[in-house]
């Protein structure tokens, strides 16, 4: 089945620097990439994904990339600002138990320090 | 648009009690929702797929006597967690997609629970 690694596990950069968080999957068959940002007791929110034909994709901000040949994506945060301060999980849809799912990275806790 | 809500937000019962969760998509129709939970600083483990009008797909590991789910309609997924225990308290999410299928799942505010 699917397996899905993130780095970092903390990530901290001052305030109007870049963040980069990497994923990478097993399963070569996986064609969907997002990523969600999850607040404090909060439910996660979908910030950006991306589709196995297409390499890069921009929102403002935000970022991914996606090198299907290496197995993996990226996160790409922009001139950071502290409201970008929470927990983000990337994940990949795969098998898993024969079960058709999304499979979550372990996730990144962003620090964004001003 | 694609807003999931569920309640309550939060619940303390007492151990040995059920404990029913509801999740609401509120502006699409969803013939699958999901139903995650979230232990403090650890990722979302996916316990079951809820379909309406047939029986939930549950994950290998998460007894299906124990997190009945009901998917009465379009809009509402249920999940009682029968005989609560301690180890039951954690944070529970439910999702869903306005296409249908894993993609592009929109993830209600979650449901705290705390068994006592």
């Known amino acids: 089945g699917e397996n899905v690694e993130q780095h970092p596990s903390t990530l901290s950069v001052q305030e109007g620097d870049s963040a980069v968080i990497k994923c990478t999957y097993s399963d070569s068959a996986s064609n969907y990439f997002p990523w969600y940002k999850q607040e404090l007791g909060k439910g996660p929110q979908l910030i950006i994904d991306i589709r196995s034909n297409v390499g890069e994709k921009k929102d403002q901000r935000i970022a991914v990339t996606l090198n299907k040949t290496a197995k993996h994506f990226s996160l790409h945060i922009t001139e950071t600002q502290p409201e970008d301060s929470a927990v983000y999980f990337c994940a990949a849809s795969g098998l898993m138990d024969s079960n058709y799912q999304l499979i979550w990275g372990a996730g990144t806790k962003l620090i964004i320090k001003p | 648009g694609a807003v999931v809500s569920q309640h309550p937000s939060r619940v303390i019962c007492k151990s040995g009690t059920s404990v029913k969760i509801e999740c609401r998509s509120l502006d699409f129709q969803a013939t699958t929702m999901f139903w995650y939970r979230q232990f403090p600083k650890q990722s979302l483990m996916l316990m079951a797929t809820?379909?309406?009008?047939?029986?939930?797909?549950?994950e290998q590991g998460v007894e299906k006597d124990k997190f009945l789910i009901n998917h009465a309609s379009l809009t509402l997924s249920t999940l009682t967690v029968t005989s609560a225990h301690p180890e039951d308290s954690s944070f529970y999410i439910c999702s869903a997609n306005p296409s249908g299928g894993v993609e592009t799942q929109y993830f209600g505010p979650g449901t705290r629970l705390l068994v006592l």
């Open positions: 809820s379909n309406e009008g047939s029986k939930a797909t549950y």
